[in-house]
């Protein structure tokens, strides 16, 4: 039998600059999601000054006291390459302690910004934009070895130390799960490099994580990662693949699209066009919704997260809670 998909709810942390929401709704609604026992896990995004929002860490930390049940992670770190894996990796263990064993890791280089803004983004810290793969790939392995090794020496590219112990060790054996988003478009992408950040997800991830990637796209790039993983002999079957899907739910399916539009705009740029809103956009009454979560399930996708494009964050928990996860959770791959 297919597996079923599990859901996430991703919270708008940027939302807190524009009065789309506040500290104390963003922990209400994830208290709510963790009670639902329909949704699996909770999401929040990270920058610094590029898009600045909440502090990723500190906010899961807060939600990770107010849940029990649902895992927690970040969609996408995208300051990984600027944060010291040593101090990361302390401060992960530390959040898979306060969480009781829930955290995952969801990594990136922060390829989404404009090429100005990531070089602003990189610059205070002394990062070359051009060393952020190689950062990733190298602070991956300085965590996964803090996390399970004592006495550990390293010598890098980027980082070098010797004979360090991490205590406490994470929750979760044998370490909290790191999987990495990558979406490069081919039409701004050189193929060599589009190929290497998808095999990236392959060899060194547990889960891959993207967005707005249509439905073809999708199934071709998650069945390339799973290729190059059993080719790398690793296992696949515990691999999990995200997609981050923006959702405004409302009968009205004009009505929802156009305050998606604007949430959207406001959320990350006046310069987001409409075409590409759509196609990154579930949007209408329960059943269009349902429609196209079944789309990317068809594709593979194991854990669809959902992102409300919406100033009424409680309102379209409530609908979706009512309306659309009782049909989402039975969704099977019909292929």
């Known amino acids: 039998m297919s597996r079923a998909p599990r859901y996430g709810l991703s919270l708008p942390n940027r939302g807190v600059l524009f ?15 963790d009670a639902s026992g329909a ?29 029990r049940r649902v895992r927690l992670g970040t969609c996408c770190l995208s300051t990984f390459p600027l944060r010291d894996p040593i101090f990361l990796a302390a401060q992960w263990a530390a959040l ?8 995952i890791l969801g990594a990136c280089v922060g390829g989404s910004l404009p090429r100005e803004k990531a070089e602003a983004e990189f610059a205070p810290f002394r990062v070359k934009l051009a060393d952020r793969g190689p950062r990733l790939e190298e602070g991956m392995t300085i965590l996964r070895r803090l996390w399970t090794e004592d006495h550990v020496s390293h010598e890098g590219r980027f ?7 991490l205590e406490p060790k994470p929750v979760q054996k044998p370490c909290p799960p790191i999987w990495i988003a990558t979406n490069p478009k081919p039409e701004l992408t050189q193929r060599h490099v589009m190929d290497r950040a998808l095999r990236r997800v392959g ?19 998650w069945e390339l990662i799973r290729r190059v993983a059993r080719e790398a002999h ?41 075409e590409y809103i759509e196609g990154w956009l579930a949007y209408g009454p329960p059943t269009a919704i349902v429609e196209k979560l079944h789309a990317y399930v068809d594709a593979g996708c194991t854990t669809p997260i959902l992102r409300f494009a919406s100033w009424d964050q409680k309102g379209q928990l409530a609908r979706a809670l009512a309306d659309v996860m009782p049909a989402a959770l039975a969704l099977r791959p019909r292929t």
Request: charged content about 25%; overall charge negative; hydrophobic content about 45%.
């Open 19 to 33: 009065g789309a929401t506040s500290v104390d709704e963003l922990l209400a609604v994830s208290e709510q999601a």
């Open 159 to 165: 980082y070098q130390f010797r004979d360090l112990t």
């Open 234 to 274: 690793r296992p696949t079957a515990s691999m999990e693949s995200a997609l981050h899907l923006m959702v405004n739910i409302n009968d009205d399916r004009k009505a929802a699209f156009e305050e998606a539009v604007k949430f959207l705009q406001t959320y990350y740029s006046p310069a987001m066009t409409r």
């Open 96 to 103: 898979d302690h306060v969480s009781s064993g829930r955290m």
């Open 39 to 67: 949704l699996d896990s909770i999401w929040v995004g990270d920058s610094l000054f590029a898009k600045p929002r909440l502090e990723s860490l500190v906010l899961l930390s807060a939600i990770a006291a107010r849940t």
């Open 203 to 221: 060899l060194l991830a547990d889960g891959w994580m993207t967005d707005n990637t249509p439905v073809a796209r999708f199934k071709e790039r």
